[in-house]
């Protein structure tokens, strides 16, 4: 068996999203960079968002034992509160986000300046979870330009980026103020066309009235144009199916 | 729920430090510390009674000040960064105006306590000590030697600036309160102060400073030199002041500028200021001396006083050139260009240098002046001193304050109370705000002050500020920028929808008073840490009681809307959406 010296995790709310993107990433970091295998599991994160601090550290240890069978030591990720989770709870990997390892690795073939075309202009929404994280926020500044994409920044935006809303689990436990969060997030932006790097993300922009896509979208799917049919909001039952189709897209991609 | 030691350290210093009830520059730097903010507000929402009640619930001079408040808390005002501070005396002015009625003050009183308290002095210290003793129930006797109330606001300030009528009729809450004045009772002639020390509970000691400063100038002792103090009494008594065609006044501060405005009221026609200091280090405000240029007064900064010249009455005044006032240490010491001199013609010479206090009527070994400076309190521990008496001239709003804190004093010493204790924010002080402005703020122009048009200011005692109408007061009000902190409330939804701040909400936090719902609508976006002066990480907290909850619920999230989240997490990790791919493929290893 071939050494596995990385392992992407694409994170839940990826999966469910859309197990194409998912395909791709590992085809193109395959292709990159030979060595990189992967793991659908979750981290555990929600139960640690509600405070349940004992379910949490379970669940977290089954993730890393996989990590630990395969022998990585390197943690590639695409999802803002995988990197801050798995960074604090994996001492012995590295945690690279998706973000700041493509400026170094170079966009995938075909992609580059493919959107110069397009007539939209894409507000850029930060994930709140790495406010802090500048690499990752001039990654995908860089990702938009290589597409050839107009952007709009709002006024909050980066370090002071604001939360689009589904942080902190507030979804469930009061959803009518998480609307507000989302809607006030939402209207930041001239544009009706945003991009985010978090699938959860997406969904709370979509809630807040607006055309949103994944960055993924992006770079693996169409050149999006006003014409375009955007995404819309997906049911649990569908997410669910997403997320077993990714598992067999992943089996088949590393076999 | 119970909360952790460390948890509840924490919280406590969110509770003592959130800056969310911190006065707003304006309020901080006022000596009575008045709600500006409040009454602005109010103003702006036409609620001029309410405005005026709670300025009242402060003091009970608003017509007073609204006039002659010297407004250190216009220095302050953050909109003086944008284009001019608030105009704040002039609103008060305007509150006082539209609103004040006698028939609505509040009369009451707490319970009487029996104690007699002797106030010497009806200036604006003794006054605001009488009126806040008499409200805690004590009865005071006011002694004061002139035959009218007001002090300086009376006999020192003009009545075009401030009519008697509105001294008259703000000073009347003392008589119905129940307060005695004595007038025309000179403390040391007419009463002996070891008497009232010994008759009464306790003694506070606001005698002004009515004494002129005179200088040694040689021709000093002509006929036609006059001391400003004394000139300005009498105008103030109305008694008749005679004064010549051409006259000279000394010094640089509001007082010359009182005195020379008054001289060309009662028939002088060419008046002339001169003082050591400086055009821009002249110790008057910049607005009186535009007031008065205004009225043709002429200014000679930069002069000093060399002689008086004359045969028995005073025909001239010659100034020689000041080149220093203070030398490098700071200290007073003026120097002088003895070949630069120039002489004025005059019929008087009017010395407006300073007044300094008469307390001789106190014996020897009662120095005043050595009160304690937090408490007013003298060496003998019933006689207290304030306002102008004891040592610096003060503006009248410092003098009131100091009518508050001697009051505040002597009823603590009359409950046998600590009088030291949590007294720092008494008085002006430092806000701690941090309000940044934001370039967005469109610019609103300062509403000047109508003023009497100066033909009909000759030969009269008219008021000269005509206050504002209701138009200029609402255009004014809309100005204040409504500065305070809750930056975290104006940058988070939540906080806002379930707070008033979060020292408020942490208040509740404490005491079990807060619905469970609120920590879970947390974001954990650390928002309000950016937008926080004091960087709190109010999440991290949320997250803790999250914790606390959890635990006490058997691990389970008290909230109804998470059950799902527990069957998603199960799934997530069932062997049926989960995977683990090894690489199929070498990594180059040149
Ligand atoms: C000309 C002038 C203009 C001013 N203009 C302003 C202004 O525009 N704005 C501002 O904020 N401030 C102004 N001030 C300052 C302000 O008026 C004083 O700081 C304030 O009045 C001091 O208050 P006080 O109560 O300490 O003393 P005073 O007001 O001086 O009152 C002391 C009272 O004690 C009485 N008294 C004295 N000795 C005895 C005794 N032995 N027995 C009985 N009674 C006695 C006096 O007659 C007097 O009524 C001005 C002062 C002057 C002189
Ligand atoms: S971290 Fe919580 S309390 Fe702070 S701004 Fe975000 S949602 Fe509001
Ligand atoms: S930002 Fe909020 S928490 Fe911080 S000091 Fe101001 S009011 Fe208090």
């Given amino acids: 068996m071939a050494k596995t010296k990385r392992v992407f995790i694409p994170g839940c709310s990826l999966s469910s999203y859309r197990p194409e993107l998912v395909e791709e990433v590992i085809k193109y970091l395959k292709n990159k960079l030979p060595g990189t295998g992967a793991i659908l599991k979750c981290c555990g994160k929600p139960t640690k968002a509600l405070g349940q601090y004992d379910k949490f550290k379970e669940r977290y240890a089954g993730l890393q034992s996989e990590i630990d069978k395969l022998g990585a030591d390197e943690i590639i990720v695409a999802c803002q509160s995988c990197y801050l989770t798995m960074s604090a709870n994996s001492p012995e990997q590295k945690v690279t986000s998706l973000w700041e390892l493509m400026p170094e690795i170079g966009m995938p073939e075909g992609t580059a300046a493919k959107a110069e075309k397009s007539d939209l202009t894409i507000g850029v929404h930060d994930s709140c979870s790495t406010r802090d994280r500048e690499d990752i926020h001039n990654g995908i500044r860089w990702i938009l330009d290589q597409l050839g994409y107009n952007t709009e920044e709002p006024p909050h935006t980066k370090e002071n980026t604001r939360c689009c809303g589904f942080g902190g689990m507030v979804v469930p436990a ?41 960055i993924l979208d992006l770079i693996f799917g169409p050149v999006w144009t006003s014409e375009s049919e955007f995404p819309g909001l997906g049911t649990p039952i569908e997410s669910w199916v997403n997320r077993y189709k990714t598992k067999k897209k992943m089996q088949k991609v590393l076999s | 729920m119970q909360l952790s030691e460390n948890l509840v350290r924490e919280i406590n210093e969110i509770i003592n430090d959130c800056l969310a009830d911190e006065s707003p520059y304006c309020q901080s730097r006022c000596p009575l510390n008045i709600d500006v903010q409040g009454y602005v507000t109010l103003i702006g929402e036409g609620k001029y009674r309410q405005a005026l009640e709670l300025i009242r619930k402060t003091i009970p001079f608003p017509g007073i000040l609204g006039r002659v408040c010297a407004h250190p808390c216009e220095e302050e005002c953050k909109r003086g960064e944008i284009e001019a501070a608030l105009s704040i005396k002039n609103l008060k002015r305007f509150a006082a105006d539209m609103a004040d009625d006698p028939e609505k003050w509040d009369l009451s009183r707490a319970p009487e306590t029996g104690k007699k308290i002797a106030i010497i002095g009806a200036g604006p210290a003794g006054a605001t000590a009488a009126y806040d003793l008499q409200k805690k129930g004590h009865q005071v006797e006011i002694f004061e030697s002139l035959p009218v109330v007001g002090g300086m606001l009376r006999v020192g300030i003009p009545a075009y600036r401030l009519p008697e009528t509105v001294i008259d009729r703000e000073y009347s809450i003392l008589e119905k309160l129940g307060v005695n004045i004595h007038l025309n009772k000179e403390v040391g002639k007419d009463i002996d102060f070891e008497a009232l020390k010994n008759d009464y509970d306790a003694v506070f000691v606001a005698v002004g400073a009515h004494d002129a400063v005179m200088i040694p100038v040689e021709g000093s002792d002509l006929e036609g030199v006059l001391e400003g103090a004394d000139f300005l009494r009498k105008a103030g008594l109305n008694q008749e002041v005679k004064i010549g065609k051409k006259v000279v006044v000394i010094g640089g501060g509001n007082v010359a500028m009182d005195v020379a405005r008054t001289a060309w009221r009662v028939g002088a026609e060419e008046i002339h200021v001169a003082c050591l200091e400086c055009r821009n280090e002249m110790p008057a405000h910049s607005w009186e001396v535009e007031d008065a240029e205004e009225e043709g007064i002429i200014m000679h900064p930069g002069w000093g006083p060399q002689k008086i010249g004359g045969n028995k009455k005073v025909e001239s005044m010659t100034f020689k050139e000041c080149t220093q006032v203070f030398d490098e240490a700071g200290n007073f010491n003026p120097d002088y260009c003895e070949d630069n001199l120039k002489t004025i013609e005059a019929d008087n010479v009017i010395f407006a240098i300073g007044q300094r206090a008469d307390t001789s009527f106190m014996n020897e070994q009662l120095n005043i002046k050595e009160v304690d400076q937090l408490t007013l309190q003298s060496e003998v521990e019933n006689v207290f001193g304030g306002g102008d008496c004891i040592g610096k001239p003060l503006l009248a709003v410092e003098a009131m304050s100091h009518g508050k804190k001697a009051a505040e004093s002597i009823d603590r010493y009359l409950n046998s109370k600590e009088l030291t204790e949590n007294r720092e924010e008494e008085g002006a002080y430092e806000s701690k705000l941090q309000k940044e402005l934001t370039r967005e703020e469109p610019v609103r122009r300062r509403i000047d002050m109508r003023m009497l048009n100066l033909e009909e200011r000759k030969n009269n005692f008219k008021e000269v500020e005509l206050g504002f109408n209701t138009a200029e007061a609402m255009g004014e009000a809309l100005r204040c920028l409504e500065c305070e902190c809750k930056e975290c409330i104006k940058e988070c939804i939540m906080l806002d929808e379930y707070s008033d701040s979060p020292k408020e909400l942490f208040e509740r936090v404490k005491k079990d008073e807060v619905d469970p719902l609120v920590y879970f609508s947390c974001n954990m976006c650390s928002q309000c840490t950016i937008a926080c002066p004091n960087d709190f990480e109010i999440k991290d907290k949320f997250m803790q009681l999250r914790k606390i909850l959890v635990k006490e619920n058997n691990g389970e999230s008290p909230i109804k809307g998470h059950n799902a989240i527990k069957w998603h997490q199960r799934l997530g990790f069932s062997k049926l959406f989960t995977t683990t791919r090894a690489a199929v493929d070498e990594e180059d290893t040149k």
């Fill in chain 1, 174 to 214: 009061n959803p009518d103020l998480a609307q507000k969060v989302m809607d006030r997030r939402t209207g930041e932006f001239e544009t009706e066309h945003l991009v985010t790097y978090c699938a959860a993300c997406r969904e709370s922009m979509t809630k807040g009235g607006k055309k949103a896509v994944h």
